[in-house]
């Protein structure tokens, strides 16, 4: 999928059979609610998502592997989201400014998640990240107000870097 038209509004489905997103196809779609990602999505580029204010409801289908840079940066009204089993990468500032984000399960096929990819998710409360991570980027969760015992307990994983 190269381009989605900017006035798109409500709940969009994409169809079957579509295996990448390219980077700023949803790009600043502020009036978009809903999206339906089909199980042959692969790869979501980079930007994707980015700047659609309005999106509060995604479901990514099992088959992704990466999340690109900035894939859905200032997703301001996104409060959930499910990574797949099957991703094994968050790019750099991947869920940046998505600030209504309350929880997140990292699954244990992620090897790498990229700076500032949560960064400034002001309402994330709960983060669980397996010992598949090997690399966290610097910042990968500034801005973040986390319980002071989840705070430490990352702080002792992965060093103080991660806040910033």
Do not use: H, W
Not at 57 to 83: E, H, K, M, Q
Not at 111 to 133: E, H, M, N, Q, Y
């Amino acid at each position: 999928l190269l381009k989605a038209s900017r006035k798109l509004n409500g709940t969009y489905s994409i169809k079957e059979g579509v295996r990448i997103i390219c980077d700023e196809a949803f790009y600043y779609c502020s009036s978009l609610r809903s999206l339906v990602l089909p199980d042959s999505v692969t790869s979501i580029g980079d930007g994707t998502f980015g700047d659609c204010y309005s999106l509060c409801s995604i479901v990514i289908p099992d088959g992704i592997t990466s999340i690109g840079n900035y894939a859905f940066a200032d997703c301001r009204s996104l409060t959930d989201i499910v990574i797949p089993d099957s991703a094994t990468s968050i790019g750099e500032s991947a869920f940046d400014g998505c600030e209504s984000l309350k929880s997140i399960v990292i699954p244990d096929g992620v090897t790498r998640i990229g700076k500032c990819a949560f960064c400034d998710c002001s309402s994330l409360r709960s983060v669980v990240i397996p010992d598949s991570v090997t690399s966290i980027g610097e910042s990968t969760f500034a801005f973040c107000n986390f319980p002071n015992d989840l705070k430490q307990e990352l702080i002792s994983r992965f060093g103080e870097k991660i806040f910033g």
